[in-house]
C-alpha cells in the first residue's frame, strides 16, 4: 500500500496502473499511525468494473473507482466532492460547478488568460471541500477527471458558482434551495440515509458561510473579469 495526504487526510491505497501512479506522485506522504482512509479493492473488483464497463480500460476502471473510494469516505472527515473546476487565486478558493459540456473548465482557462500566474487550478473536475476548524476549504486531489490538472494544496473557499452558458454575461447570488439543489446535483451522494444526513448538513453549512451565485456566460474574458469582481466583492 501506498502512502498519500489527500484534502488533509492520511490515504492508504494500492494503485496497479499509470494514471494514478503519475498523478499521485505529488500527493504521496510517508505519515505514521494508521490512515484515515484505506481503499483496497481487490483486483477482481476493477475486473468487473470493466465487464461491466468494456469502454473503459482497466487503467481508467482504476482510476476511477479508486476516486469513488475515497471521496465516498470524505463525508465521514466534514468533506465532500463537488463536481466543478476550481482554482486558487490571491489566496482564496473559486468553484465553478456544472453539468458536463458546460464550460467549466474553458471559464477557469479564461481565468488563466485574464490573471495570468495569479491563477492555479486546483482540481479541473472534482476537487474536495473540507470543513476545518470551522472554514471550509477546497482541495487539490489526484482524481480530476480526463486531465491531468490538479494540484496538491488547500486554500479557503471563497466562492461557489453555478455556470450556464449564455450570449450575455450576467452574475447573481442565490441562497436557500436555489443554491443547494444545484450544489446538490452535482455531488457524489451518499448510499445511506446516515451518511446522506451529513451530506446534506454539509450543503446547509456551505450555503450558509460561502457565497453561492448562478451565471449565465460567454467565452470571453469579460465573463472572467465579472466573476472576478463579484465573487471577491461579496467574501463574508
Known amino acids: 500500500m501506498l502512502r498519500y495526504r489527500i484534502a488533509g487526510l492520511n490515504v492508504e491505497m494500492d494503485p496497479k496502473y499509470p494514471t494514478l501512479l503519475k498523478q499521485g506522485v505529488p500527493y504521496l506522504h510517508d505519515f505514521s499511525g494508521e490512515a484515515d482512509i484505506v481503499v483496497d479493492f481487490p483486483p477482481s473488483f476493477y475486473e468487473e468494473k470493466h465487464k461491466l464497463h468494456p469502454e473503459l480500460p482497466m487503467d481508467s476502471c482504476e482510476y476511477l473507482w479508486m476516486g469513488f473510494g475515497v471521496y465516498r469516505k470524505l463525508v465521514n ?5 463537488l463536481h466543478a473546476s476550481a482554482l486558487a487565486y490571491q489566496g482564496r478558493a473559486y468553484l465553478f460547478s456544472a453539468p458536463c459540456g458546460t464550460g467549466k473548465s474553458t471559464h477557469t482557462g479564461l481565468w488563466q488568460q485574464a490573471f495570468g500566474d495569479e491563477v492555479i ?13 470551522g472554514v471550509f476549504h477546497a482541495f487539490g486531489t489526484p482524481f480530476s477527471g480526463k486531465t491531468d490538472k490538479n494540484v496538491n494544496m488547500g486554500v479557503p473557499l471563497g466562492g461557489i458558482c453555478v455556470l450556464e452558458q449564455s450570449k450575455e454575461n450576467w452574475i447573481r447570488p442565490v441562497s436557500g434551495r436555489d443554491a443547494i439543489l444545484p450544489l446538490y446535483h452535482q455531488t457524489m451522494r451518499p448510499p445511506d440515509a446516515k ?6 448538513g454539509l450543503l446547509e453549512e456551505l450555503i450558509q458561510q460561502v457565497p453561492v451565485y448562478r451565471m449565465g456566460c460567454n467565452i470571453s474574458l ?7 469582481d463579484t465573487m471577491q466583492g461579496g467574501l463574508r
Open 222 to 228: 469579460d465573463a472572467a473579469r465579472l466573476a472576478r
Open 121 to 133: 487550478i486546483l482540481n479541473d473536475d472534482k476537487p474536495a471541500l473540507r470543513k476545518i476548524d
Open 77 to 81: 472527515f466534514g468533506g465532500f466532492v
Open 195 to 200: 451518511n446522506m444526513d451529513l451530506l446534506l
